[in-house]
């Protein structure tokens, strides 16, 4: 403490010397020193450890302190990893999406004898937001519906334009992902309606209907899925 005391008096001495003196002041009280930092040119604080750079000004010195980055130093293999959950998700966990999964695959075969169909590839997709990830931003409920009714309307869009074929497909797909960034709309499983509309020969009937069944339609079946399936897994774990 009293080395602290002097070093933060000579500071002041200096700061009310002649603006010709050649001799840098250093400041005392500095931002905690970080090792995940991008550090400008420093001195070593004597009190705390912290570092600082020093600019000469016109009448003082100014003290400028280190850049915070977070990803800075970070290996480059720590994507490849899996994130470090606080616990082991339960048995009921897992088992009451299972169970949707279920009502949702016995509802399409009651539906299947009038030529519909809800178990199309994309909802599959939403299905894993849905019930894996429920916080996430691809399972808002604007997002989903946003993105879901736009790509699939772009995917008939691009097939009554260009036709089957590569050029339909990388057209509707740049599309759909520059329609989801513009509306804010991020929900990746609706970046495959489009292909799929444009290689489904029995979906080309639908027409611009397609922008709401089956996949609209089959998630606001999902979302009342999952209001049961979120219910169990708060009231009846195992």
């Known amino acids: 403490m009293g080395m602290q ?15 010709s003196s050649a001799t840098p002041a250093f400041s005392t009280s500095l931002r905690p020193f970080s090792s995940s930092s991008i550090l400008f040119p420093f001195h070593k604080n004597l009190a705390g450890g912290s570092v600082i750079r020093t600019t000469k000004g016109r009448s003082s010195y100014h003290n400028y302190g280190t850049v915070a980055s977070s990803n800075v130093g970070a290996p480059l293999w720590e994507a490849w990893k899996p994130d470090k959950a606080s ?100 929900h990746p499983p609706a970046a495959s309606l489009p292909i799929l509309f444009i290689d489904g020969a029995k979906l080309h009937h639908l027409n611009y209907w397609y922008a709401f069944f089956p996949g609209a339609a089959g998630c606001i079946l999902l979302c009342l899925i999952q209001v049961m399936v979120l219910h169990l897994k708060d009231n009846f774990k195992f």
């Open 5 to 19: 005391m002097r070093i933060i008096s000579y500071h002041h001495h200096l700061l009310h010397h002649n603006a």
């Open 87 to 186: 616990s082991a998700p339960s048995l009921s966990d897992v088992l009451w999406p299972s169970a949707a999964m279920a009502i949702l695959g016995r509802i399409d075969e009651m539906l299947t004898p009038k030529g519909v169909s809800m178990t199309i590839a994309p909802l599959g997709a939403v299905c894993a937001v849905l019930f894996a990830t429920p916080t996430s931003p691809g399972a808002r409920k604007y997002n989903m519906f946003m993105a879901q009714i736009g790509c699939a309307a772009i995917g008939v869009l691009a097939f009554s334009v260009l036709g089957p074929g590569w050029l339909a497909r990388s057209f509707a797909l740049a599309a759909s992902i520059a329609f989801m960034i513009f509306t804010r709309s991020t």
